[in-house]
């Protein structure tokens, strides 16, 4: 078996629920024949961070080192490792392990992120017990099916969003099978807003960017935006209605909409949560009925998502808005993020 170069693994830690972090240091789990070590070069912060970091969703096992929009440099691989070398610039998005077996029924059907043993980037556990610590750190260990090369031509810490972010947004698209012509509609111009536009745009879908915020509509039609709609205006609101084929919705819209949502839609339109909604969806079926649209959902991608994510993102020039913050002022950007003030990705850097 190959020693790992780096064996305990200094990064940055919540003891306890809350928007802080502190130095900490874990002991890696042994590197495995199909793993990879990667020294992290920088970290996107993701809105899952906070809710996890403040326990917003049960179950954080603390102290955790959160982060899952990972980019970083191969320095050490298993014997079984031959599509990645050392030196390789590789990100590491929201999971690290699925089983990836034949015999698996989500696997088979490319449904990793639902595989029975998934292991996510932080806060989940190992089949050997070993908790899983993400990327606010000097180093990560990971199986190298979730260790994705990063096409040349894209910087690393425009890359980072992409990995969680992107791939969230994307992903769906692919699957749906988006495409030119389509009315494509995206509530909510924020971290995944933001991207979704680009990547809706660059299939050659029109896209309606729906907003409370008018001052963003400069914005999302120099993002490829076709139209704005104020969503405090009724009369805009009135004149989409019914027109649009894929909704995406990366706000936390309140279940209460979601009615007035259903009616922006074609028949048969479909709606995509990306963000969670406040409250219970409580609508009457023959809502459904009467306009055949559809409420799905997405998690994030799993790996040939997260692969066609990065190659669409390099060819097409699709890059987040970022602000960057040193990874030692950590605790700085946390609170930037959750005061709602990042403008739209924050990535930490590593001063390596």
Known sequence: MVEGKINEIRGWAAKEPGVKVEPWSYTPRPLGDNDVEIKIECCGICGSDLHTLKQEWS?????????????????????KVTHLAEGDLVGVGAQVY????????????????????????????????????????EAVRVDSNYAFKIPAGLDPVYAAPLMCAGA?????????????GDRVGVIGIGGLGHLAIQYASALGAEVVAFSHSPNKREQCFELGATEFVDTSDEEQVNAIRGTLQYLFVTSNSHASQ????????????QIVLLALPQGELNL???????????????????????KQTLEFSAKHKILPTIEKFPMEDVNSALEHVN???ARYRVVLTNNN
């Not at 959160?66 to 050490?76: C, L």
């Not at 306009?291 to 799905?296: D, P, Y």
Request: charged share 20%; net charge positive; glycine share 12%.
């Open 98 to 137: 699925a089983c990836l077996e034949s015999s698996c029924r989500v696997c088979s059907r490319n449904l990793d992120p639902h595989c029975p043993k998934k292991v996510f980037t932080y806060n989940t556990m190992y089949a050997d017990g070993h908790q899983a610590h993400g990327g606010y750190a």
């Open 339 to 341: 005061n709602g003030k």
């Open 168 to 180: 969230t947004v994307f992903a769906p698209m692919l699957q749906k099978g988006v495409k030119k």
């Open 284 to 306: 009457p079926p023959g809502l459904f009925v009467r306009t055949k649209v559809s409420i799905t959902g997405s998690l994030i991608a799993g790996i040939d998502d997260l």
């Open 59 to 79: 179950g954080t096992k603390y102290p955790v080192i959160v982060g899952h929009e990972i980019i970083g440099k191969v320095i050490t691989k298993g014997d």
């Open 258 to 269: 979601y009615g007035n949502l259903i009616s922006w839609m074609d028949f048969e339109g």
